[in-house]
């Protein structure tokens, strides 16, 4: 399957700093989707990115859809405790008929109070 | 409110047994997959089916197989488990075409094969 390189594994950051992280890939693709997973819990979908150069916020949290269709960032803002967990990416390639996407491999976020 | 049920969050089975994983989504969606979520490897597509009694592979579907005889109901069978297949069992399901709808995530299911 397709290979989506997420960065960076793991963090450990203190409560009330920035947090960036991405996701690459070696060919494009038409959506990017943020989803955080949540202790024992499944993923959950955070931020859909349709169009290149697209920059949406959902609260504290604002993703982009890289120029070149082959990347994506997403960044938190005066992170909380309560944004620990594991933060996936997903694109679907162009050309997809059954609405199939492909994950990253994620990024675990750990918030000391 | 919409949801995918896994019908276990925790089961624990022998070496050998035959392991049947349930999963329901009440949101008449075509496709519904199946992941495995293992520390360090993220997320991997065992088996995903995009209408009833059709079946794709994914990435690793070797040890597993998967029946869809209704369109709400999408089960992973372990024929025989062993213990590499002690892992989170994730399940899915999505529209049938359409970009950017993304997935409807259940809760999971942790197995442990002993």
């Known amino acids: 399957g397709q290979q989506l390189n997420q960065s960076p594994q793991s963090m450990f950051i203190q409560e009330g700093e920035d947090v960036s992280m991405n996701c690459t890939s070696s060919s494009i693709f038409n959506t990017w989707l943020w989803y955080k997973q949540d202790p024992g819990e499944g993923p959950v979908l955070l931020i859909a990115?349709?169009?290149?150069?697209e920059l949406t916020s959902n609260g504290r949290l604002t993703a982009q859809f890289g120029i070149t269709r082959k990347d994506s960032f997403l960044n938190i803002s005066a992170s909380i405790p309560s944004d620990v967990g594991i933060y996936f990416c997903a694109g679907q390639p162009p050309g997809y008929n059954f609405n199939k996407f492909y994950f990253g491999s994620g990024t675990k976020l750990n918030v000391k109070p | 409110d919409v949801k995918v049920t896994q019908s276990s969050r925790y089961l624990v089975k022998r070496t050998g047994e035959k392991v049947f994983l349930e999963c329901v989504q009440d949101m008449d969606h075509e496709n519904m997959f199946w992941y495995r979520q293992d520390p360090g490897l993220g997320l991997r597509l065992i088996y995903f089916?995009?209408?009833?009694?059709?079946?794709e592979k994914g990435d690793i579907p070797e040890g597993y197989s998967v029946s869809r005889e209704k369109k709400e109901r999408f089960s992973l069978i372990l024929e025989s488990a062993s213990t590499n297949q002690t892992s989170m069992y994730l399940c899915a399901s999505s529209p049938h075409t359409g970009s950017g709808y993304g997935y409807t995530f259940g809760s999971g299911t942790r197995l442990t094969v002993v």
């Open positions: 089916s995009y209408d009833v009694k059709m079946k």
């Open positions: 990115l349709y169009k290149a150069g």
